[in-house]
């Protein structure tokens, strides 16, 4: 008898373990319309992989594919090198990937954050958005502006953090739908969990805005409640364990 209760108390406890962690979710494309294309040329569709700005450049190396959001961290994949940047032959340039922009109540008063990137150094600083905050304009393509942030002073650094330049997991490349046979750069270590509760918008363009990207998306952090059952979960579990050892 005892034993049966034993085995319940035990399946109990896998089942709270198994649905504590199961709350947290699997990665996902976030990535929306950038709302400007022209459906009679292949590169220039509505659509985010093999696609760049109207009467752009038409390459992978241009090329923006997605925002995937992973629980509350943030990535951005491309065929662009976000690291390094692009030197662009025709004009000798090595093209810089922006920062990223975030609008929380649809645009009513502009952007409300933005994640201030340091592509050399691998780091960002997320800042809140103000009257005083300028914005640096893209060097060729007008409607993907803005490029970067141009701080006025009075912006509120709410934390900073450090960037992962990586490649895409086969797993994230299926999520976008691209060609595994291209090169695909990733950065990510981009912490969202600050916009908890909003739905967000985003914003990204390259130096010469040569491809806008857009997202939309919202995080869930895990309720309090689901650290506190996964710990009793596991508790039960290794209590169990160590009672099923002492005894044999
Ligand atoms: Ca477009
Ligand atoms: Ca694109
Ligand atoms: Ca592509
Ligand atoms: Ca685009």
Same mark, same amino acid.
């Given at each position: 008898m005892k034993s049966i209760k034993k085995s319940v108390l035990s399946l109990l406890a896998f089942a709270i373990v198994f649905t504590s962690i199961s709350t947290f979710a699997d990665p996902v494309d976030i990535t929306v319309s950038d &709302? %400007?294309? #022209? #459906? %009679? *040329?292949s590169w220039y569709s #509505? *659509? @985010?992989?093999n696609e760049v700005e109207i009467g752009c450049v038409r390459n992978q190396n241009w090329d923006l594919e997605g925002f995937i959001l992973d629980d509350n961290e943030l990535s951005i994949v491309g065929g /662009? #090198? /976000?690291?390094?940047g692009y030197l662009y032959p025709g004009d000798g340039h090595t093209y810089k990937g922006g920062d990223i922009f975030i609008d929380i109540d649809d645009n009513t008063s502009g952007f409300n954050f933005v994640i201030d990137m340091d592509y050399e150094n691998g780091t960002y600083k997320v800042y809140t958005i103000t009257d005083k905050t300028g914005y640096v304009k893209t060097s060729d393509v007008n409607y993907s502006n803005p490029y970067r942030v141009d701080l &006025? &002073?009075? @912006?509120?650094?709410l934390f900073s953090g450090t960037l992962d330049f990586t490649g895409p997991t086969g797993e994230e490349l299926d999520l976008l739908g691209v060609d595994k046979t291209d090169v695909h750069y990733k950065v990510s270590g981009i912490d969202l969990s600050f916009l908890d509760n909003y739905e967000f918008k985003l914003h990204y363009t390259l130096e010469c805005g040569n491809d806008l990207l857009k997202g939309q998306g919202s995080v869930a952090l895990p309720e309090p409640g689901t650290f506190s059952l996964l710990l009793i979960g596991s508790m039960c579990m290794v209590g169990f364990w160590s009672i099923r050892r002492r005894k044999d």
């Open positions: &709302g %400007y294309y #022209n #459906n %009679y *040329r #509505n *659509r @985010e992989d /662009f #090198n /976000f690291k390094d &006025g &002073g009075d @912006e509120e650094l």
